[in-house]
């Protein structure tokens, strides 16, 4: 295991956070409303056919376990492998840091032609969509350029529209950036900007070329703009509500790879290593896998981390009855925080259950069986029993009530997004009227 010496630090010293591992849980303890209701769902699964030592289950209030089947037992998480993206996300980058993408000129712009190549270096933003690459393409014209004589050159970690190649990304950023070439999805996308958006038109004349990340083939460039993408809190609660997979393999591969996401979820959270075995940061086949208990360990690693930043849980994960996504047609009782995984033959889901009489109980659901709809409705009523049973929170506890709405989160472009003419290129010699 990384020991504290190895971690990195924080991009932002400002982000800093003191990480407490959660106090051991202890077994021993059992409560005898979750004992019933976790019976009850066991024997309803074995009466449809299900090996019960292939469904793990783990709920827990605090320190203390109530009731646990194969709790211990790495599963296939599917998405809930996305739990670990993001603690380690979070850990690596701070809830505040926003990736940037820059874009270079090669040669001189002279009445409206940059005689050279445009050159873009991702710098691991995950989304950068259609309404990004029409204002940056609007940036450049506000800057005077509407051709490009030479090539567009693609370099560093570049993804756009969720599209991990980089020619392909590439191609997509050149076609975004001159209305000429707009296909009716960007059409679609642009009616969705402000009225008056201004249509961009940089013509690029050359290809689109991958170049590798400090290449000798790279040229010498000067900074045209600068692209600052989300920060990573909001990038993280996007991922999370629709379990988007693209943005979850380009967050794992910016912590370090899923070797160094699963090491340092691990660690964060206080859980055997063996419990945390992951193959990739989406969670995309069964070679993922989780014990119940790490799941919940991160989940409550989250939540104190969020109390620490002045956030909460809810900033990070979606809220049932709230939230749209992949728990827009469940039957979850209301204000629950939760994360849910879906492969052929696994549904998973986890979060926190607040209550009345329990307060915050941590859950962790991890199933086998090819009914998919069966073990939703079952892994949604025994959240409505123990919530029948321990009672509604009333009022709402904050540790799961988002400090920020998630319409402001889902917008894309505007206040979200910050676009910077560098003040050198305005000023080069190579830039003239």
């Excluded at 979820?265 to 069964?286: H, T």
Aim: hydrophobic share 40%; glycine share 10%; aromatic share 6%.
């Amino acid at each position: 295991m990384l020991n504290q010496a190895q971690m990195p630090e924080l991009a932002n010293s400002a982000d800093l956070v003191v990480w407490q591992p959660p106090v051991p849980v202890f077994v021993k303890d059992a409560d005898p409303t979750a004992q019933a209701a976790l019976l009850s769902t066991l024997q309803t699964l074995s009466g449809q056919g299900l090996n019960t030592q292939e469904q793990g289950i783990w709920l827990q209030q605090g320190s203390m376990m109530l009731a646990q089947n194969q709790g211990t037992t790495p599963f296939p998480a599917a998405s809930l492998t996305k739990v670990a993206t993001s603690l380690a996300s979070l850990y690596t980058f701070g809830p505040n840091h926003q990736f940037e993408t820059l874009v270079s000129a090669t040669g001189p712009i002279y009445n409206g032609v940059l005689q050279g190549d445009l050159i873009v270096q991702g710098g691991g933003d995950p989304l950068l969509v259609w309404e990004d690459a029409i204002a940056i393409g609007n940036a450049l014209n506000q800057l005077g350029i509407r051709q490009v004589t030479g090539n567009l050159l693609v370099t560093g970690n570049f993804m756009m529209n969720f599209e991990s190649d980089r020619f392909k990304s590439g191609n997509l950023l050149k076609q975004a950036l001159n209305q000429s070439l707009w296909s009716g999805e960007v059409e679609a996308q642009y009616r969705t900007l402000p009225k008056g958006t201004a249509r961009p038109q940089v013509e690029i004349t050359g290809l689109v070329s991958h170049v590798g990340y400090g290449s000798d083939l790279l040229p010498a460039s000067t900074v045209l703009l600068r692209q600052k993408s989300l920060p990573v809190k909001q990038i993280i609660k996007l991922m999370n509500i629709y379990s988007n997979n693209a943005i979850s393999e380009a967050m794992a591969n910016a912590v370090g790879g899923p070797a160094v996401v699963a090491e340092r979820a691990a660690q964060l959270a206080n859980v055997p290593q063996q419990e945390v075995l992951l193959k990739n940061g989406s969670g995309l086949g069964v070679e993922n896998r989780i014990s119940p208990r790490a799941v919940c360990a991160m989940f409550a690693t989250l939540q104190r981390y969020a109390e620490t930043s002045g956030m909460t849980l809810a900033d990070f994960f979606p809220i049932s009855g709230t939230d749209e996504g992949t728990i827009e047609t469940r039957k979850i009782p209301r204000y629950a925080v939760v994360k849910t995984g879906t492969l052929n033959d696994v549904s998973a889901l986890a979060g926190v259950l607040p209550t009345r009489d329990r307060g915050l109980v941590w859950f962790a659901i991890l199933n086998r069986g090819s009914n998919l709809d069966g073990l939703r409705g079952r892994q949604d009523a025994l959240l409505q029993a123990l919530s029948a049973q321990w009672g509604v929170a009333n009022p709402v506890p904050v540790a799961v009530r988002p400090t920020a709405s998630v319409h402001s989160v889902v917008g894309f472009v505007g206040d979200n997004r910050r676009i910077q003419t560098a003040q050198a290129a305005a000023e080069n010699y190579w830039f003239r009227q």
